[in-house]
């Protein structure tokens, strides 16, 4: 499965942005599916999951409330809702998606097959 990821930009603190991951090849459904970050001198963190039913799903603690993850298999697209945004928000997103998940598992590793990024800048 090929992964593209799209919707980042600059946005000020306090603003919304909706990510998008548009997954090609396989079928979708077949993959429990994630958002991760990275911001520059740090390692790459867990943001949220969602399981390939797409009916369960994890945010990381530090960022519930505030991101929500989504996805419309019909469509094959994962998204990524966030909002009120923080400057420490800034980082690279990646989505990826995940082989030998079960339909109702959220999964915070193994991640397979990963999208190229997408930058999010958040200005104070």
């Known amino acids: 499965v090929q992964l593209q990821a799209s919707g980042g930009g600059l946005v000020q603190a306090g603003g919304s942005l909706r990510l998008s991951c548009a997954a090609s090849?396989?079928?979708?459904?077949?993959?429990?599916s994630g958002w991760f970050r990275q911001s520059p001198g740090k390692e790459r963190e867990f943001v949220a999951a969602?399981?390939?039913?797409?009916?369960?799903?994890d945010v990381a603690d530090s960022l519930k409330g505030r991101f929500t993850i989504s996805v419309d298999n019909a469509k094959s697209t994962l998204y990524l809702q966030m909002s009120s945004l923080k400057p420490e928000d800034t980082a690279v997103y990646y989505c990826?998606?995940?082989?030998?998940?079960?339909?109702?598992?959220?999964?915070?590793?193994?991640?397979?097959?990963w999208g190229q990024g997408t930058q999010v800048t958040v200005s104070s």
């Open positions: 990826a998606a995940r082989p030998n998940s079960i339909s109702s598992g959220v999964y915070k590793t193994g991640y397979s097959y």
């Open positions: 090849g396989r079928t979708f459904s077949r993959y429990g």
């Open positions: 969602i399981s390939r039913s797409g009916g369960f799903w």
